[in-house]
């Protein structure tokens, strides 16, 4: 009998050209998730004189989601989501110190970036060889999220990825996971708040932030046309909505954090400009360490109330806006050892 065992699924990526055209996958994310196809069958609303239906489902344009894609942060693979979710089209400068590479994903916001497109096979065993396996494609990512916990561990990624199709089938074979990633984690990460677009990076948040979450939704529009059976409902493009991007941290009332606050009743309230500094103690290349600079235009939109171990604290949550001072509303510099995307 063939059997699928959990622990034996994986999400495999590839990189597309186009599209509709997919491609062998050839990179495992860290992550924990499964590409769901819907066609969307749907039963004709007549009356056909009888209680049960009769007349046979036809399809409408079908749904292809992996919805909260989970799982740790890694150097390495920031890149791929940043290419899918944030700006296609990057190529990384170096390698300096021999393996590191720079990857500088500047979201643009007076005109339209473009994604890469994936090719997204995941399954379990089965799919290897039973074609039990869902593989998407033109895949995106439509609302990219990352948290850092108060342990201070591997922040955590959760992302919900769209594709344009899928069909069922065999996962591309001999794929492996490198055994020793370089996690980006909250014990490496360090917080800077100014209020000067020029000065961005400058005045670390010390001794105040216990956690912090960083999620850019895209609002896609997906598009499909009626150009005849050629095409049927095949999706050809992805639209830009509105895009929304919220950085909220949870701090102790240090005597910094209870200014800032205070601000939130200001007419208006003012700029601020986050710099989230994540350095491993690891090495991209020599004397290189990996690292992700994300650098975020911000104003201060609530402050809420919480509670840590008996102690009081805030969690303030921030919405990003276009600064025509910095031309960006998301920028993130990126080294690690990728020389290409997958």
Same mark, same amino acid.
């Given at each position: 009998m063939v059997q699928g065992f959990t622990r034996f699924r994986e999400i495999?990526?590839?990189?597309?050209?186009?599209?509709? /055209?997919?491609?062998a996958t050839t990179r495992t994310l860290p992550y924990r998730g499964l @590409? #769901? %196809?819907?066609?969307?069958?749907?039963?004709p609303d007549v009356d056909v004189g009888s209680l049960d239906p009769i007349l046979p489902q036809y399809a409408l344009a079908p749904e292809v989601t992996m919805g909260g894609a989970t799982g740790p942060l890694d150097f390495d693979n920031f890149a791929v989501r940043l290419s899918a979710? #944030?700006?296609?089209?990057?190529?990384?400068?170096?390698? &300096?110190?021999? /393996?590191? %590479?720079?990857?500088?994903?500047?979201?643009?916001? !007076? &005109?339209?970036? =473009?994604?890469?497109?994936y090719s997204v096979q995941t399954g379990d065993d089965t799919a290897d060889s039973a074609t039990a396996g869902t593989n998407?494609?033109?895949?995106?990512?439509?609302? !990219? =999220? @990352?948290? @850092?916990?108060?342990? !201070?561990?591997?922040? &955590?990624?959760t992302d919900d990825w769209v594709a344009a199709g899928a069909v069922y089938g065999n996962k591309?074979?001999?794929? /492996?996971?490198a055994n020793a990633l370089p996690w980006v984690f909250g014990a490496d990460t360090?917080? %800077?708040?100014? =209020?000067?677009?020029?000065? #961005?990076?400058?005045?670390?948040?010390?001794g105040a932030v216990r956690g912090a979450t960083l999620s850019v939704r895209n609002n896609l529009d997906q598009k499909r046309f009626a150009d005849g059976s050629n095409t049927r409902f095949q999706l050809a493009a992805y639209g830009r909505g509105p895009r929304e991007i919220e950085f909220s941290m949870t701090v102790e009332k240090t005597t910094a @954090?209870?200014?800032e606050v205070a601000t939130l009743d200001d007419t208006p309230v003012p700029n601020r400009y986050i710099k989230i500094s994540q350095q491993s103690t690891e090495l991209a290349g020599t004397a290189i360490p990996y690292s992700a600079n994300t650098y975020l235009p911000v104003r201060l939109i609530s402050v809420e109330d919480g509670e840590i171990g008996g102690n009081a604290n805030w969690t303030l949550t921030y919405k990003g806006f276009y600064d025509s001072t910095l031309t960006y509303a998301y920028k993130t510099v990126l080294i690690n050892k990728l020389s290409a995307l997958p």
């Open positions: 495999q990526v590839g990189k597309q050209s186009v599209i509709g /055209t997919a491609v @590409m #769901i %196809y819907n066609p969307n069958r749907t039963d979710g #944030i700006k296609g089209g990057v190529s990384p400068t170096g390698p &300096t110190g021999g /393996t590191a %590479y720079t990857w500088t994903f500047t979201a643009a916001s !007076l &005109t339209a970036d =473009s994604f890469d497109y998407a494609f033109g895949a995106v990512i439509d609302t !990219l =999220s @990352m948290e @850092m916990g108060e342990e !201070l561990g591997p922040w &955590t990624v591309t074979a001999a794929i /492996t996971i360090q917080f %800077y708040l100014d =209020s000067n677009a020029l000065a #961005i990076g400058i005045t670390p948040i010390t @954090m209870i200014a």
